[in-house]
């Protein structure tokens, strides 16, 4: 349904640019009747269902992981290549400056169009990826800064040399060592989070998601060619699997819904990145303090699931 009204936003967006700048009578009471129809139908764009959510977490005009870094941070070094075998550009990740604090910052990287998303994949992590994520992750144990990552992938990649060069061992290790980390962790699902691959970069002791991402153990188009050998009901299996912001809320497995415009993220990223600034600082903060972010990290998996919440804030 939200695809349908996004044509429909788009439409009035191009005909309001075409009588921008005229003062005629007509164009003036055009552009007024544009713009408050625009906007009814954005705020109606607010009552979304999970399908309408994995079409806007899918989005190609979406801020990706290099976006938030740039926004969020000053002074971004890149570090590439795993040391072992080669440089896996879907994971992008570095040294920074949030709010003048040393940090270290890891991303999934789709890409922006098809360019980019054959060059990085689209956002599916070999294992070279994973063990460059290890290395950075090692480096920040090493200087005490805390890490931050961003989540943004449909899922490790799936192909023959992926697994025969070692995915799952890969996957496996990062899950091991955030797990052991001895600085704070913060994760944000800014789009996609499907299955390990994101998990890979998710043990965090906190895991923020913006109100129009999902997070989920497969896709939906796969849980129903499992479920129902039928792919075309992936809006149906999107409702069961409890895959939105609010409802991993509700499951205590987000510990912060971060809302969007109305629309989605791409509609208003500035506004997107002051809510994630706002909330990512707020919860380092706090875990700068912690004499234990290890143990913290452990208690909060070990309770998951456990307490159900009522609504996200």
């Known amino acids: 349904m939200i695809k349908d009204w996004e044509a429909r936003i788009e439409a009035m967006d191009r005909e309001l640019a075409a009588l921008e700048g005229s003062e005629e009578a007509a164009a003036l009471i055009r552009r007024a009747q544009l713009r408050r129809d625009r906007d009814e139908l954005l705020e109606a764009c607010r009552d979304c269902t999970p399908e309408d959510r994995v079409y806007l977490a ?20 890149e570090c590439r290549g795993d040391r072992q ?44 990826g994973y063990r460059k994520a290890q290395r950075l992750m090692r480096q920040a144990e090493k200087f005490r800064r805390p890490v931050l990552t961003f989540i943004d992938t449909p899922g490790a990649y799936p192909g023959l040399e992926a697994e025969a060069r070692g995915q799952g061992e890969a996957i496996a290790s990062s899950l091991a060592l955030m797990s052991s980390l001895t600085v704070p962790v913060v994760s944000v699902v800014i789009g996609e989070g499907g299955s390990g691959g994101a998990l890979a970069l998710a043990v965090a002791n906190r895991v923020l998601m913006l109100e129009n991402a999902v997070y989920s153990v497969l896709s939906p188009e796969g849980f129903a060619s499992i479920l129902w050998k039928d792919a075309a009901r992936s809006g149906e299996a999107a409702g069961l699997m409890k895959l939105t912001a609010a409802d991993l809320f509700s499951l205590g497995v987000a510990d912060q819904v971060i809302p969007e415009p109305p629309g989605g993220a791409h509609r208003d990223p500035r506004a997107v990145f002051q809510a994630v600034d706002k909330a990512v600082y707020a919860h380092l903060s706090r875990l700068l303090k912690l004499r234990d972010p290890a143990a913290h990290r452990y208690e909060k998996f070990r309770a998951m699931g456990q307490c159900a919440r009522k609504e996200a804030p």
């Open 85 to 128: 075998c080669r440089e896996d550009p879907s994971i992008l990740g570095g040294a920074a400056l949030y709010h003048g604090l040393p940090v270290t910052v890891i991303g999934h990287r789709k890409g922006k169009n098809l360019e980019e998303n054959m060059a990085y994949n689209f956002g599916m992590p070999s294992p070279e």
């Open 58 to 77: 899918r989005h190609a005009g979406r801020p990706g992981t290099a976006d938030f870094i740039s926004a969020l941070c000053t002074g971004f070094f």
